[in-house]
Every structure is written in C-alpha cells, then in structure tokens.
C-alpha cells in the first residue's frame, strides 16, 4: 500500500499566542475576563455534555442492580475489553500521537481508521479534541490552560477545587478553543473534516455495536442490553475518567524524571499505564511531544507505541519520531 498525501502537522502556537500574564507558578491564576454568554448552540452542546457525563453513570447504578440478578454475560466482558481497546487506541495513536503531535505519519486508510475509532470512544469530535490538547501543550499549568489543576493555587483548598476542574469541570465552560488557531491543518484535510462531522452518528453506533452483537451472540434481546451497559456505557465511561486522570492526577501525583517547561508539571504515573495505553508516562510526554514512544525507561509499559511499531513494520505508518537515546538523556534531570 503506498503512502498517500498527509498534510504536515501544524505545531502549537508558542508561548506568546496570547497576551503575556503574570503567573509564580503558584497562585491562582488571574481571573478570565467576562466568558460571552451562551448561544442556543453552546447550551445544547453543554447539554451534551452533561448527558455525555452523567449517563454512564446512570449505567454504573443499573449495572449494580442487573449484578444483584445476576444478569452479566461472559460475551459482554469480551466486547467491553475489545471495544475498549480500539476506541482507547484510537484516542492515544490516533488523536493524541499521531493527529495533536505528528509522532508519525500513516496511510490515508489508516489515519481515517483511527480517526474513526478515537471518534467512538464520546470524547468530542476529532478536530476540537486536538485542538484542545494543543492549547494545553501551549500554556501547560498556567494561564491558558483549559484544563490544569493549578488553575485555583497550589493550596489544600485550591487543588481540591482544580483537580476537579481538571478532570470534568473544565468541560462545562464556555471556554472553546479555536480550531483555526489551533488545528487549522485538521481543518483543510477533507479526511478528518468528515470524520468530525460524523461524530453524532459515530456515538450512535459506538453504542448499538455492543447492543446489536450482544444480541446476535446471546440470542435475545436482553443480551442485548447487557452489552449495552457493560460494553457500552460502563466501558465509555471507564475510558473517560482514564483520559480525564491523565488531565488530572498526572499533572498533580507521581514521579518526574524529565525536564519540562517552566511550571510544567506532568508526570509519570504508574498504576494508570495499561489501562492508558502508555499515556500516563506523561512526563516524558510532556518533555519530548512528538515522541512516538512515552514509556521509555525499563518496565515502562506502552501498548500505544507496540500499535505504532506493529503498523510500521506493515508500512502503513512511516516518519516515527522513535526516542534515541540521546535525545532521552538530553532531557532527564
């Protein structure tokens, strides 16, 4: 299969996109100026949102009445273990290394797959998603950040408040990130511009896969929505609260063996790498971005970087930013 054109990626803008504040690093940060009020568009999308968060919880709740009955079926654990491997690797090689950082470049077929599979995994659609992520690169743990803990201070009181607005709360303001500033070449690839368009129909059929498979597997319609709960929303909202700890816990706890930029605080931390396919070796992330590989130091277990090795050695992913080891030491403290 030959390469097909892939529009370079666009890096952040630098540090001085926005106009310069004062910030020590541990104050909290200056006040926003007035947020525009919502349009009928912007409520609808917090509703989403809201629907988008709440929901699997609401499944959490009828899951634990379906257990006390004892409905669970050993086909609803295996989808929920499948479909959570493909939309997570969709997040982490598709959105997150491949489209936000240019790690590597793929094949039309395969970044459009992994476009699709990220799509399914209720994030947001994949040029906002991006877009997002870069203005976090841009301003990481200062002013400008959509999403760090320190937003409130670095006291007991601010980072009880700025975990949790690290994690969800951040999606509930009004605070969009432009995606012509951020990600205008997601914005004239036709590709991608498609895929963010579908992302509607792409929840829809995140969730009626489980649903129709468990049925067809199980027989009846109840297997149906038993895989509906478990391999639908309960896996939908595992991997949110997976990604959104990555936002969170990994700019608070954990270890950090690599420089970053001033008041940059990501870290590395450990019991969430399986389950984050390596992003939680955030650390590294954090000091060398367009690294394919996040996990580096021995024992450091990243499937996302396996995913990107396997596909390079099938040609369909080529120009790997591998880390050397120089590179590596360069950056450790």
């Known amino acids: 299969m030959s390469p097909s054109p892939v529009t370079p990626v666009t890096a952040p803008p630098p540090d001085t996109a926005s106009p310069p504040r004062r910030y020590d690093g541990t104050s909290p940060f200056p006040k926003d100026a007035p947020l525009p009020?919502?349009?009928?568009?912007?409520r609808?999308?917090?509703?989403?949102t809201a629907v988008i968060v709440v929901l699997p919880f609401v499944a959490l709740g009828l899951v634990g009445w379906l257990l006390w009955g004892r409905l669970i079926h050993p086909t609803d654990i295996a989808l929920a273990a499948v479909l959570y491997t493909v939309t997570g690797l969709g997040v982490t090689v598709g959105f997150h290394r491949g489209l936000t950082h240019g790690g590597y470049r793929a094949v039309r077929p395969v970044r459009i797959a992994l476009a699709v599979a990220g799509s399914m995994s209720f994030q947001g659609d994949v040029i906002g998603w991006v877009a997002t992520h870069r203005r976090h690169h841009a301003f990481t743990d200062r002013p400008g950040d959509p999403h760090s803990p320190y937003r409130y201070g670095t006291h007991l009181g601010g980072q009880l408040r700025g975990v949790l607005h690290a994690h969800v709360g951040w999606l509930f303001r009004n605070d969009r990130t432009p995606a012509d500033r951020y990600a205008p070449d997601l914005l004239a690839d036709r590709d991608i511009r498609a895929v963010a368009r579908a992302f509607p129909a792409l929840c829809v059929l995140t969730l009626a896969l489980p649903f129709g498979l468990g049925w067809a597997i199980g027989g009846s319609w109840p297997y149906g929505v038993t895989a509906l709960l478990w391999a639908g929303l309960v896996r939908i909202a595992l991997?949110?609260?997976?990604?959104?700890?990555?936002?969170s816990l990994c700019h608070l706890i954990g270890d950090r063996p690599f420089r970053t930029r001033r008041h940059d605080r990501a870290t590395n931390l450990w019991p969430l790498a399986l389950l984050s396919f390596g992003e939680s070796w955030h650390n590294l992330h954090h000091a060398d971005p367009t690294s394919a590989r996040h996990g580096v130091d021995r024992g450091q277990i990243d499937p996302s970087?396996?995913?990107?090795?396997?596909?390079?050695?099938?040609?369909?992913v080529y120009d790997v930013h591998w880390p050397t080891p120089e590179r590596v030491a360069a950056r450790r403290v």
């Open 37 to 42: 009020a919502r349009t009928g568009a912007e």
């Open 44 to 48: 609808v999308y917090v509703f989403v």
């Open 239 to 247: 991997l949110h609260h997976v990604t959104w700890s990555v936002n």
């Open 305 to 316: 970087a396996a995913l990107i090795r396997l596909l390079e050695r099938l040609g369909w």
